[in-house]
């Protein structure tokens, strides 16, 4: 292959996907409402976690102060949130951040996204359908683990103790035929899955305000500033004090404000879920208004229940006392409200529903956007009669239920976190590439290229240019790098720093001298005068800040978590190289010059389509 070749090929993995391209029909029913979408985000994030992890951080983390942890995580998740929301104004289409990246910055960052995308809602799909079957199986007094566990143990490694028949079979339920019925729930229409979610976050909401209002009426302060002594009294049986430095010194803050901030990385994840808003672009009545309100709302709403839960517990009993698996029913038992535990049983299972609904709700729509553009195969964007894509919601649903059915998903829980993070910070990357982009006009497609200089990037020209695009893309990765060297720095010399040695505080203070150095050259660079429904303030400040953020917290996963990701990106650069890149719809509308549309026609459409609100408004 010759070198010009070779520059064709790796020009045209960076080709970008117009907003509205030639060709190309929507058949999703638009039917969806604002409350519909705040209903699917509440019960996409506020699953498990609300009752498991707040148990876990407050006893071994961050002990009372978990409440301090949950508003830093939450402040956090609002920031990706908001890059979200205005791309969700810009861009009122299926696909979420897959569509976002190729619109912006490329096919094969798409695809790289939108993979990764795929990799944590299946794996989120089949842990809580496996969570589901465990609690449910609590109930039943493990029946099914002692059962399934002699007739057909597995003992190979990597695999489950027994294949979890009945989690595979739920996940089946939700995205298959049920003969008796004859309904498809999430295949038989997006309204009915709504409408069920819906039902279940009511029930899960209700049981989460008695877990509130139980904490606060029998609550005592006293436990959120036990003394050191009190803990020795504890544990005084013990041969060691390593029991009691296990559970801090006391007080509010048991664990120190490091504690805190640990705890804060830990709740970080238990926000995940509300970026399956996104997905709804074609099936929302006023995708503009409803896909910010609907985010926004829905992380408020949990970080409101996150907050008080993890409040009422560590009122209700002393946090070194917790439950790591079970909080709220052993908080129950040790307030003498015993049979309260089977509301919160029944909480949990609604919580661990609408979690499943909201994993495998938008793990089809990915799956039909990549294949509708040729990245992955075509017969998977095939719709139903009920304009909903079943052979997607089938595909993606029999390889959930096989991991769920055979494998031991604690390895892999991480994985799903790495994938979202990477989505998160490609987003927040996108809302800096589209703030800054040239506007459309004739002049500017006829204007000769500019060249590069010093000049050009210190003191940019009032109105935003192609040549001053290009600056804000190059000042985009040196954003990403730097933030990745910071993050890797603070991880490996965090004793030198809180040693404070001279080299320690030196290094760090160059790279975030250079950081701020480049947030001000971005300042500097003119803005797009494109307005749409909803755009995220403090730009650039806000997607520097979560694009840190989420490259902080993907250096915290373990190198086995990296081998594994690296595995199944492997995997998904094989079938992109392989099938993608030659079936790509995209490169065939390029092949037909009066189709070129480029990336500025989101801002065209974007200017339509807020002016026509304001009439409408008006």
Known sequence: MSGAKILLFLQSLSRRKPLEPEGEVSNFRRCLTTLDLVALGVGSTLGAGVYVLSGEVARAVAGPSIIVSFLIAAVASVFAGLCYAEFGARVPKTGSAYLYSYVTVGEIWAFITGWNLLLSYVIGTSSVARA?????????????????????????????????????????????????????????????????????????????????????????????????????????????????????????????????????????????????????????????????????????????????????????MPYYLLSVNSPLPVAFTYIGWGPAKYAVAVGSLCALSTSLLGSMFPMPRVLFAMARDGLLFRPLSKMSNRQSPVIATLASGVVAAIMALLFDLKALVDMMSIGTLFAYTLVAICILILRYQADLSEDSSLSKPEPFTVSGVLFPPSQATTRTSKNMSALAVFIIFLAIILSIFISEAVDSLQALEWWSLLCISVIILMLVLIILIICRQPQSTTKAAFMVPFVPLLPVFSTFVNVYLMVQLGSDTWIRYAVWMTVGLIIYFGYGVHHSVQKQRLQNPHNRVSIHSITTTMEQNFESEQDFDG
């Not at 309904?183 to 305000?209: P, R, Y």
């Not at 120190?256 to 672009?281: P, Q, R, S, W």
């Open 132 to 316: 589901w079957s465990g609690t449910f199986d609590d109930l039943i007094g493990n029946a099914i683990a002692k059962s399934l566990g002699k007739q057909a143990a597995m003992d190979l490694p990597g695999l489950a103790p027994y294949p979890d028949f009945f989690a595979a079979g739920l996940i089946m339920l939700l995205a298959g035929k049920f003969h008796n019925l004859n309904l498809w729930i999430l295949a038989f229409g997006v309204k009915e899955s709504a409408i069920v979610n819906k039902v279940f976050t009511i029930v899960n909401v209700l049981v989460l305000l008695f877990v509130i209002l139980s904490g606060f009426i029998k609550g005592d302060i006293n436990n959120w500033y036990i003394g050191e002594d009190s803990l020795l009294n504890t544990y005084e049986n013990y041969t060691s004090l390593n029991e009691t430095i296990r559970y801090g010194s006391g007080g509010f803050f048991p664990f120190g404000f490091e504690g805190t901030l640990a705890g804060a990385a830990t709740c970080f994840y238990a926000f995940v879920g509300f970026d399956c808003i996104a997905t709804t672009g074609e099936e929302v009545q006023n995708p503009q208004k409803s896909i910010p309100l609907g985010i926004v709302a829905s992380l408020l709403i949990c970080f409101l229940a996150y907050f008080g839960v993890s409040a009422a517990l560590t009122l209700m």
